[in-house]
């Protein structure tokens, strides 16, 4: 089956409106939740003046395909000079255990004497929407399996008590061409909260796809998982969003030219695309996701062609 995506424009961008502080610029990360009928309140990474990234949001409308409130305010603004969150909070999803709603979310660390790192934390999420930090520790930290950075995670609960993980963990800031070594692995767990780590799960190839970010996983119309994620080659190349299928437990194929989109000819997302999340609505498959500047540009809606 033919995959392909109809880009539907820019959605929200930052520019040119009322920004509180700590949401300077960018909309990076969207991440969609129902609010009801057709309107989604959409989660962002916005960032300050020190590009510090925070949580912000909007409604949209997405059968409209147009804004219909922006909040001003942080809905969780990135923690303290020591805490695993201190320089940015980059949202990843949702999902639900014994009627308690989470948001996962990769918390960045840039310590002036050392490189960049992420480890993976956890909001809980109220009736309201609102964000609570659930442990001021790492839900996922660097460990044997992940010794260096964690980045982006996705849940999805597969039902009979089986939740699955997928999330970015660094091999190497530099795989020998002056790009990082940064893979998507796996874990799985029986209640959502005690995961066991498993490893690689999508195949990555140097020069070719060695730089991955936010999956976002789904089933398609024959029950199986995909994955679309964003990625560099690691030739100089910005971030593309690629794809992946599962073909069988913890079995994954890199198909990055089947993917259904790519980059436009110019305008906002013109020079890169990333960061995508892929999500159903009355009967219609839609991806959110981030263009030029890694989110600076805003994010778009592209809706599946069946």
């Known amino acids: 089956?033919?995959?392909?995506?109809?880009?539907?424009?820019?959605?929200?961008?930052?520019?040119?409106?009322?920004r509180h502080p700590k949401l300077l610029t960018h909309a990076a990360n969207p991440l969609p939740l129902?609010?009801?009928?057709?309107?989604?309140?959409?989660?962002?990474?916005?960032?300050?003046?020190?590009?510090?990234?925070?949580?912000?949001?909007?409604?949209?409308?997405?059968?409209?395909?147009?804004?219909?409130?922006?909040?001003?305010?942080?809905?969780?603004?990135?923690?303290?000079?020591?805490?695993?969150?201190?320089?940015?909070?980059?949202?990843?999803?949702?999902?639900t255990v014994k009627d308690k709603r989470y948001m996962l979310f990769m918390?960045?660390?840039?310590?002036?004497?050392?490189?960049?790192?992420?480890?993976?934390?956890?909001?809980?999420?109220?009736s309201k929407l609102n964000l609570t930090l659930d442990s001021s520790q790492p839900f996922l930290g660097v460990d044997s399996t992940d010794p260096i950075s964690l980045s982006?995670?996705?849940?999805?609960d597969l039902g009979n008590c089986e939740f699955q993980?997928?999330?970015?963990?660094?091999?190497?800031?530099?795989?020998?061409?002056?790009?990082?070594?940064?893979?998507?692995?796996?874990?799985?767990?029986?209640?959502?909260?005690?995961?066991?780590?498993?490893g690689l799960a999508v195949p990555y190839q140097?020069?070719?796809?060695?730089?991955?970010?936010?999956?976002?996983?789904?089933?398609?119309?024959?029950?199986?998982?995909?994955?679309?994620f964003s990625y560099r080659r690691g030739t100089g190349q910005k971030y593309r969003i690629g794809f992946a299928r599962q073909r069988s437990e913890g079995d994954w194929e890199l198909l990055l030219n089947q993917s259904g989109i790519d980059v436009s000819s110019s305008?906002?997302?013109?020079?890169?695309?990333?960061?995508?999340?892929?999500f159903d609505h009355l009967g219609s498959r839609y991806m959110l996701y981030n263009g030029n500047g890694y989110g600076k540009s805003g994010f778009g809606l592209a809706v599946l062609d069946d």
């Open 1 to 18: 089956m033919t995959i392909h995506w109809v880009k539907h424009g820019l959605i929200f961008s930052p520019d040119g409106i009322a």
């Open 34 to 95: 129902l609010l009801g009928g057709d309107v989604y309140r959409v989660f962002f990474s916005g960032r300050d003046s020190s590009n510090r990234s925070s949580v912000g949001a909007v409604d949209v409308d997405i059968v409209k395909r147009r804004v219909v409130e922006t909040h001003f305010w942080p809905v969780f603004e990135h923690g303290i000079p020591s805490s695993f969150y201190a320089d940015g909070v980059s949202i990843g999803n949702c999902y």
């Open 107 to 126: 918390g960045w660390q840039s310590p002036a004497d050392s490189h960049w790192r992420g480890d993976i934390g956890r909001f809980q999420v109220d």
């Open 152 to 156: 982006y995670p996705w849940v999805i």
């Open 165 to 198: 993980m997928w999330y970015g963990s660094t091999l190497a800031w530099d795989a020998g061409n002056g790009e990082m070594l940064h893979v998507i692995n796996q874990a799985s767990s029986r209640d959502g909260i005690f995961w066991t780590r498993k």
């Open 206 to 228: 140097l020069g070719v796809a060695q730089a991955f970010s936010r999956p976002t996983v789904v089933r398609n119309a024959e029950g199986a998982l995909e994955m679309w």
């Open 267 to 278: 305008g906002w997302d013109s020079e890169m695309i990333e960061y995508p999340y892929v």
